[in-house]
Nanobody, 116 residues
Framework: QVQLAESGGGFVQPGGSLRLSCAAS????????MRWYRQAPGKERELVAFITNGGRTDYADSVKGRFRISKNNAQTTLYLQMNFLKPEDTAVYYC??????????WGQGTQVTVSS
């Protein structure tokens, strides 16, 4: 089992920055891929970015060039650096992980609100 806990959400003005963190615990050596998802009010949950155990990353088109996903070497913390934030980035952001045997784990989410 893997436990995930997000932090770092909050309120920010358009154009501002936030860094989200996701603390992973439990059987962290079983983690293959880690992801950030978000869900805005009235919308489906969408994939924002992922990073593989080998460090390969990819991003949703809507955040390319503005967001950066990273993790520490021990794979105990996942980050999402969010720059040039827009009101449409407002959502609950979730940390997600796949284990090598394809179990899937979720954090509880952290709210990000971008507004003037």
């Amino acid at each position: 089992q893997v436990q995930l806990a997000e932090s770092g959400g909050g309120f920010v003005q358009p154009g501002g920055s936030l860094r989200l963190s996701c603390a992973a615990s439990g059987n962290i050596f079983s983690i293959d891929v880690m992801r950030w998802y978000r869900q805005a009010p009235g919308k489906e949950r969408e994939l924002v970015a992922f990073i593989t155990n080998g460090g390969r990353t990819d991003y949703a088109d809507s955040v390319k060039g503005r967001f950066r996903i990273s993790k520490n070497n021990a794979q105990t913390t996942l980050y999402l650096q969010m720059n040039f934030l827009k009101p449409e980035d407002t959502a609950v952001y979730y940390c997600n992980a796949d284990s090598y045997d394809r179990e899937n784990f979720w954090g509880q989410g952290t709210q990000v609100t971008v507004s003037s």
